[in-house]
């Protein structure tokens, strides 16, 4: 069923092995469907936060263990976690859009989370391309209250972060000091040249994926929004 959360029993053997506190959704898109996972909190969530995955066409899924481990940091301090495949990944319905339509994908997850949670605030984040297309639009969004990107691809001649100057949400970055797509310096850089509340992570000895380094990446994230910057956020909401 469209918009409903789905026994896991009934599922096919992809979704075995669930944590009792993740559960299989469907979520309603105009071309169909996409397949997701929402972990929630053991405590009454005090927010709700999307993850977007990285790029389709390069084996990028909900299952990267850099979402993943997001999702599992975001969960451990209050978030219910959606993490979900973009147009044509997995079960989800559709084909790749070079970025517009996921975009678009991203509302779709942000109106379910809304649905599920109404009244709590709501963060969008993402590894690789899914931080630019999610930050993109939780960037407008008025219901999303801040941004967590993980892993940027840094290329100035492609990519356009200046949209994050354009609006006064915190966001936060991390970056592996020696990611192939931008390093932690060049990542420092970018963020230099913008204004904005951007709070930057460098995972030292951590290239694009965080390989070997998915605890300091799910620190980062679970430091932020435990006791930090974001922790504040959500009790200014």
Request: proline residues 6%; charged residues 20%.
């Amino acid at each position: 069923m469209l918009g409903a959360r789905i026994n896991p029993s009934s599922c096919s053997g992809e979704h075995s092995g669930l944590l009792p506190d993740t559960s299989p959704v469907l979520i309603p898109a105009s071309h169909g469907h996409l397949e997701a996972l929402l972990r929630e909190p053991t405590v009454p969530p005090r927010g709700a936060a999307v993850m977007c995955h990285p790029h389709p066409n390069y084996g990028g899924t909900m299952h990267t263990k850099a979402v993943y481990r997001g999702a599992e940091a975001l969960s451990d301090v209050g978030f219910a976690a959606l993490r979900f495949n973009f147009r044509g990944v997995g079960a989800s319905t559709g084909s790749y859009d070079g970025g517009i339509g996921e975009e678009d994908d991203v509302l779709d997850a942000l109106n379910w989370l809304q649905g599920e949670y109404p009244g709590l605030p709501l963060i969008v984040g993402g590894f690789s391309f899914g931080s630019l297309v999610g930050m993109r639009v939780g960037a407008v969004d008025k219901r999303v209250v801040g941004l967590l990107g993980m892993g940027l691809p840094i290329n100035l001649e492609r990519y356009d972060y200046s949209f994050l100057s354009d609006m006064e949400k915190p966001v936060l970055v991390v970056q592996g000091e020696h990611d192939e797509f931008g390093t932690g310096e060049e990542a420092a850089e970018l963020i230099t040249s913008l204004e904005g509340d951007i709070r930057l992570v460098r995972i030292p000895d951590s290239d694009h994926y965080f390989t070997g380094c998915w605890d300091e990446l799910k620190r980062a994230v679970r430091g932020y929004y435990e006791s930090g910057p974001g922790f504040r956020l959500m009790l200014a909401v």
